[in-house]
């Protein structure tokens, strides 16, 4: 197929990561500013070309958190959504001044049912407020990008004067969001190949899309949109967002680099940052990755069948399409256990990219070794645990020191515990509706939290009666929410442990807010 923007020479996808900005719209996904620093860093690390940092105008969090990022990051092009508003523009454009490469994204909605409904704009309307914002946002940045909402349920030829207002106002990157996860691939390829036909200034703009995964077909249908000229993919990681989420950043990117041969397209994604990526959303978010999800599930390289075990030791391809390093995991699932030693436990480390000061591993190793005294074999997702419960908990206000309960069908269930804060020891007993509820109970007596849990999970990390059980947990207080997490191979430790890291964020949130005299008041310490 060619066309008045074919070019044999633009084969290059830009990668526009909407993680901290449409993935965390998702509901439970919520993040503080020092959370979203981490994510961008390593989707900086990652080689994502643009990051949309998230909505200046919706909060003050998000534009604290826009403007941190666009003084931080030296690399990528940092994105802020606004409305095609003028006030939105200036909120956006404030946040984006420190940043080296700065883009703003604006948005207004093309199909009817949106400009009817939300926007009650007529289509005249809409395209003015479009072009005005558009040139508005060009006083700020060289670089804008106008987003058609609902573009997929819009008649087609309002669209592209839609887009052709927005290009001939300013806009670089018109991007055609299936908003709703509505179309399917062969519609979508064709909306991107008939607006690069009659959109007459098209040539002088990147089409970008973004899809949601309403029907399952977020990524399906951003491949076909590649093929059929589009050269920006808006996604996410692990394709967390609203709804059904978004397309997957790391599926589109194996895509092409898998089947080379039938998309000839690059990204400047450095795969072998996706699995640890991966993680660390998945670890802030709380949201956790379904084992059979594709590239980053804990399934995704394992193999149980006999046939296929048999077939993957005489010839790797035989059931496997592409290699577990390309993506940041080590080929082989090492087991250690009780007569490891330290040498091989920090190379495992490094194996799974963990690079840490000798004094952590001797603290992680001591860890491993209770571990590996309590059950048999000690896995990969053990390991990896260990040492993010280690980071996560490294600046924590209260550290866990002593647990006890007993409960029974005749017994009032009792939890004692000691916390420390700093050198400070904070012993409390409290009974509950369970040895879980006690402990939290005491847990409140020791740090003064007063809160709510509204969310408790649990999950064995491998598999045997002696697993590890990972518990997340959501609690909130005065209006803020927070995810805890700990793990253990006694459910109980791992509760105490995910209730008192999650109220050790709410805690260390609300002292930043109300500085340290007001936080020692309330709290009693």
Known sequence: MTSKNSNPKQQRILIFDTTLRDGEQAPGASLNTDEKMKVAFQLEKL????????????????????????????????????????????????????????????????????????FRKTKEEAIAAVIDAV????????????????????????????????????????????????????????????????????EKAVISVHCHNDLGLG?????????????????TINGIGERAGNASLEEIVMVLKTRSDKYPFTTNINTKELYKTSRLVSTLTGFLIQPNKAIVGSNAFSHESGIH?????????TYEIMTPQEIGVPESRLVLGKHSGRHAFSKRLEDLGYRLPADVIDTLFAKFKDLADKKKNVYDEDIEALTEEKIANA????????????????TVPTATLKVK?????????????????????AIDRATGFKGKLVNYTLKALTQGRDAQGEVTVIVTTHGDEAHGRGVSTDIIEASAKAYLNGVNKLLLNHKRKSGQDAFNAYHGV
Not at 155 to 168: G, K, R, T
């Open 47 to 118: 080689g994502v070309d643009i990051i949309e940092a998230g909505f200046p105008a919706a909060s003050p969090g998000d534009f604290e958190a826009v403007e941190k990022i666009a003084k931080s990051l030296k690399k990528t092009t940092i994105a802020g959504l606004c409305r095609a508003m003028r006030k939105d523009i200036d909120v956006c454009a404030k946040a984006l001044k420190p940043a080296k490469q700065k883009r703003i994204h604006i948005f207004m909605s093309s199909s009817d049912i949106h400009l009817k409904y939300i």
């Open 135 to 202: 040139k508005y946002a060009r006083k700020f940045s060289d670089d804008v990008e106008f987003s058609a909402q609902d573009a997929s349920r819009s008649d087609l030829n309002y669209l592209c004067q839609m887009l052709e207002a927005a290009i001939h106002s300013g806009a670089k990157t018109v991007n055609v969001p299936d908003t709703v996860g509505y179309t399917t691939p062969d519609e979508y390829g064709h909306m991107i190949s008939t607006i690069r036909n009659k959109v007459p200034n098209i």
């Open 219 to 235: 990524v399906a249908n951003s491949v076909a949109a590649i093929q059929n000229g589009a050269r920006q993919v808006e996604c």
């Open 309 to 317: 075990q048999d077939g993957i030791l005489k010839y790797r391809q």
């Open 395 to 410: 600046s924590e206000l209260f550290h866990l020191s002593y647990l006890h309960t007993s409960a029974g069908n005749t």
């Open 421 to 441: 804060k700093g050198d400070q020891e904070i012993q409390e007993a409290a009974t509950g509706d369970g040895p879980v509820d006690a402990v939290f109970n």
